[in-house]
């Protein structure tokens, strides 16, 4: 992302940003961790805020949008969310691992929803809410159904070796209804070691930036996408996650996910998991067109 010109001004975007999607109020030391701000910055922003009428706070010291921003705000939810919830949390139990809905538009990608099966490994990442750019290869998974204009911006985001990848991983997509991620061989079991430290540190970090570095360092060592080949040997593989497009009208507006995180998967367990994410991306894209009088679920 470019250097901000004024990161005091980004720094108030980037709050009413996370507040205005997010799908309950947030209590400061939530946005803190969410946008990898300092405590004090995150209140002394959300203090003007409230005094402006753009934030409000509740009881339990929580915020929202507040009444300044009601014109703003769109009326239409942006999911049907009992029934993509439902499928979600069905997709997390039969993956065995956390799923997450994020939105791809205007060149940003915004976390939707975010389910975890019971007992599950929770590892925090981006929160329900939060908006990044969108750079190779988040967002794989929609980029067939986009516009030449938007493959070829996303296909520039590649850099180095990813850039030549990139078309093969869009023609897996095409392919598969999916893409595969894994990390670098060599990287699989500092992956483990990440991934473990952020479940212990949690949403309670003292210090939010090296959370923020963990984060950038974990999703830079787990985004190499499988090729053909690859995913056909017998052998033992490391999967990081899968993504998979949900389709509504002929497009692609959202990009849905499941995260393994593990250094070794066997050849028959990636395709459970190739066909669970295939699977519950179509549930989702069926939850988003509606209740079909005659379907009858199928998931086992």
């Not at 940003?17 to 209590?27: F, M, S, V, W, Y």
Request: one cysteine or more; a positive charge; hydrophobic letters at 45%.
């Amino acid at each position: 992302m470019p250097e901000s010109a004024s990161p005091p001004t980004r720094r108030v975007i980037q709050v009413m940003e996370l507040l205005t999607r997010a799908n309950q109020p947030l209590t400061a030391s939530e946005v803190a961790t969410a946008l990898a701000l300092a405590r004090a910055t995150v209140t002394a922003v959300l203090t003007e805020l409230t005094q402006a009428g753009w934030v409000r706070r509740d009881r339990e010291r929580r915020f929202a949008p507040g009444p300044a921003l009601s014109a703003l705000r769109t009326t239409r939810p942006d999911l049907p969310a009992p029934a993509v919830s439902a499928e979600l949390k069905a997709l997390a139990v039969a993956a065995r691992c956390g799923v997450t809905l994020s939105r791809i538009d205007d060149g940003r990608l915004t976390v939707v929803a975010k389910e975890y099966p019971p007992g599950a490994r929770v590892v925090p990442g981006l929160a329900v809410g939060q908006s990044i750019p969108l750079a190779y290869p988040a967002g794989a998974a929609v980029m067939p159904w986009r516009t030449g204009a938007e493959r070829d911006a996303w296909l520039t985001s590649a850099t180095g070796p990813a850039r030549r990848g990139a078309p093969a991983l869009l023609r897996f997509v095409t392919a598969h209804g999916c893409a595969v991620f894994r990390p670098d061989s060599d990287d699989a079991g500092l992956v483990d070691v990440l991934t473990e430290l952020l479940g212990a540190l949690g949403g309670e970090v003292v210090q939010p930036e090296l959370r923020a570095r963990v984060l950038r360092q974990l999703a830079r060592l787990t985004a190499r996408p499988y090729r053909e080949e690859e995913l056909a040997d017998e052998e033992p593989l490391p999967v990081s996650y899968l993504s998979a497009p949900v389709i509504d009208n002929g497009s692609a507006p959202y990009e849905i996910q499941i995260g393994p995180l593990r250094s070794a998967v066997g050849r028959a367990e990636r395709a459970q998991y190739l066909e669970a994410i295939t699977y519950g991306a179509q549930a989702v894209s069926a939850a988003l067109r509606g209740p079909d009088p005659g379907a009858v679920s199928q998931r086992g």
